[in-house]
């Protein structure tokens, strides 16, 4: 089974295509040379592999000459980010590269600034809105410090442990989305944005990297900082990936909690914690399978059903309707363009059941 979790919402190609401002024959430009159609974005639930959008990300950085696009109120041009991670590599530990690092932002950016903060136990790096300017959009922030955070595992050659994570914007309306982007548990509608490390970190010293490295480093922009791994996987997303590897057997939390070592209760009330639930991670999961499987399949609407553990299609199309407003076959039938073309030797009584809805 091909893995959801590799997959962007399309929610996030309109926020950094909007935050461009680009007119609309520029916009269709970059979409269609990403291979992105333009009226699938506009469907629900609709996502986009993650090789779509780091291509549409590296086009608008050459449409715009930044390499930020269109985030913040001065642009990035190219280069930036190279010479930034260049002059961090003869610092000595990971706190000195972080002093660096806001210094070089307080350079080449107007809108915004860092301010690193040390306790006994943990550091807080915080994210600062200068007086005149609005805050960076909840996006913007999102993008900055999961560049920041994977900057740090690089120069330090391991993940960087992060205590916390908050952002002073409300919650997302799907929290899960976010879960898989960062290493530590997240918090909206803080006071301000900041990312906290255990203190001992800054004295974390750097490992050997040269200039290749860096070039390296800055080729696989965005989705080698984007898309990085982390070590410290949620308990949500823990669930997810159960979850999505025994599609085809038990699927019940009892099974799930006992997998992950939790007692039903526990696992409850972790996710809790996390903004979510068991039936919400089952329903988003089962959802993001079936948009997949009829906007990039002609699978049988009835198999798609079976297939993700509905009772009957009628069960399913119930869902799929409160899920995104549209019956499996409208939706289907919308993302028609996307579809690759009918085998040769499909049975008919197969394309009947594909167009049902």
Not at 143 to 162: D, Q
Not at 225 to 243: H, K
Request: hydrophobic content about 45%; overall charge positive.
């Amino acid at each position: 089974m091909q893995r959801p979790l590799a997959a962007v919402p399309a929610r996030f190609v309109h926020t950094l295509l909007d935050s461009t401002r680009l007119d609309p024959a520029a916009r269709e430009r970059v979409l269609r040379a990403s291979g992105i159609v333009s009226a699938h974005l506009a469907m629900p639930a609709v996502r986009i592999s993650r090789e779509q959008f780091a291509t549409m990300y590296r086009l608008l950085v050459i449409e715009l000459h930044d390499e930020m696009p269109g985030l913040f109120a001065r642009p990035l041009r190219p280069g930036t980010m190279r010479l930034l991670c260049t002059g961090l590599l003869d610092a000595r530990t990971i706190g000195a590269a972080l002093r660096r690092y806001i210094r070089f932002h307080g350079i080449v950016l107007d809108d915004f600034s860092f301010a690193l903060e040390r306790g006994p136990d943990v550091a807080r790096l915080l994210l600062k809105t200068h007086p005149g300017y609005a805050a960076p959009t909840a996006l913007a922030q999102q993008l900055l410090f999961k560049f920041l955070h994977s900057l740090l595992s690089w120069l330090a050659g391991h993940t960087a442990p992060v205590v916390r994570l908050q952002f002073a914007f409300p919650p997302p309306p799907h929290f899960y989305e976010h879960m898989y982007l960062y290493p530590g548990p997240v918090y909206f509608g803080q006071a301000v944005s900041a990312i906290c490390f255990p203190a001992h970190f800054l004295d974390v010293p750097l490992v050997r990297r040269s200039k290749e490295d860096v070039r390296e480093f800055v080729r696989r922009a965005p989705a080698g900082w984007l898309f990085a791994p982390t070590t410290e996987p949620s308990v949500s997303r823990r669930v997810r990936d159960y979850l999505e590897r025994h599609a085809a057997g038990p699927s019940d939390i009892e099974s799930a909690a006992q997998a992950l070592n939790y007692s039903v209760r526990t696992l409850c009330r972790r996710l809790e914690t996390e903004g979510t639930s068991f039936r919400a991670i089952k329903d988003e999961l089962r959802r993001d399978l079936a948009v997949e499987r009829l906007t990039k399949t002609r699978q049988p609407i009835a198999a798609i059903a079976y297939e993700l553990g509905f009772e009957d299609a009628t069960a399913f199309y119930r869902a799929f309707k409160h899920w995104t407003g549209r019956t499996p076959g409208a939706y289907r039938r919308s993302a028609g363009e996307c579809l690759p073309p009918p085998r040769a030797a499909e049975p008919a009584a197969a394309r009947e059941g594909a167009g049902r809805g």
